[in-house]
């Protein structure tokens, strides 16, 4: 962990260099940058294990620079937000944001969610190796590949998203509670709200143009959670 990279996004320069300094503190190597174009691109540059990232920033917003780091790039995302409102934080958590701080935050805590971030797997637990491709008809998951694909057509998902799906998926027909969906994908260290699991669900339909009324894949039990529907084949 000593050696991981952290790139630091925010508008406020005071905030960078307070949070940077914590981390290099820790022994994490550091990169900073002020606005959205400009995370981007020492992103590409220098593949960071984490960004914190600001949701409010010149030239593209954090939400936007969080969709296109995960177009490209499986890296682990903590947003910062001054705004508590909870829309925001499930909006942020939708396009792959592992976890969220809001302003003012205690920078040991960050530091704390950053650890605690970057000891999770990618994953239900075990090797991608370890665990089989899944196909349910014209749907295919592949752990490998880390690639989901219906027909022939292949749905672009985060990694907490795909991570959701394989969860799912693995045990069909399985009743999983929100507060059991979080502990598989998002990890024990999770500090967030459970309505996230609802957000990326919600999201996982759409990709995979799964009709919430007559779900094909993942179906909803009121007052309890999800529930992968369909037999493997």
């Known amino acids: 962990?000593?050696?991981?990279?952290?790139?630091?996004?925010?508008?406020?320069?005071?905030?960078?260099?307070?949070?940077?300094?914590?981390?290099?503190?820790?022994?994490?190597?550091?990169?900073?940058?002020?606005?959205?174009?400009?995370?981007?691109?020492?992103?590409?540059?220098?593949?960071?294990?984490?960004?914190?990232?600001?949701?409010?920033?010149?030239?593209?917003?954090?939400?936007?620079?969080?969709?296109?780091?995960?177009?490209?790039?499986?890296?682990?995302?903590?947003?910062?937000?001054?705004?508590?409102?909870?829309?925001?934080?499930?909006?942020?958590?939708?396009?792959?944001?592992?976890?969220?701080?809001?302003?003012?935050?205690?920078?040991?805590?960050?530091?704390?969610?950053?650890?605690?971030?970057?000891?999770?797997?990618?994953?239900?637990?075990?090797?991608?190796?370890?665990?089989?491709?899944l196909i349910f008809g014209a749907l295919s998951i592949d752990p490998e590949r880390r690639e989901v694909q219906r027909g022939d057509l292949l749905v672009e998902l985060t990694p907490r998203e795909f991570d959701l799906l394989y969860a799912l998926a693995s045990y069909p027909g399985r009743v999983f509670t929100r507060e059991e969906l979080l502990q598989r994908v998002w990890g024990p260290d999770f500090a967030g709200i459970d309505r996230v699991v609802d957000v990326h669900v919600g999201t996982l339909r759409r990709k995979l143009e799964d009709d919430q009324a007559e779900s094909s894949f993942v179906q909803t039990v009121r007052g309890v959670g999800y529930k992968f529907v369909g037999g493997p084949r």
């Open 1 to 133: 962990m000593d050696a991981a990279t952290i790139l630091v996004v925010d508008d406020e320069q005071p905030i960078v260099d307070l949070v940077a300094s914590y981390l290099a503190a820790e022994g994490f190597a550091v990169q900073r940058a002020y606005d959205g174009p400009s995370a981007l691109t020492l992103a590409r540059a220098f593949r960071p294990d984490l960004v914190v990232l600001d949701v409010m920033l010149p030239g593209l917003d954090g939400i936007e620079v969080c969709r296109r780091l995960h177009q490209e790039t499986a890296v682990y995302v903590l947003m910062l937000t001054a705004r508590a409102d909870e829309v925001d934080k499930l909006i942020g958590l939708s396009v792959g944001a592992d976890d969220y701080l809001t302003k003012p935050f205690s920078p040991r805590e960050l530091v704390a969610r950053v650890k605690a971030i970057l000891r999770r797997n990618r994953g239900p637990a075990g090797k991608s190796n370890d665990r089989p491709a």
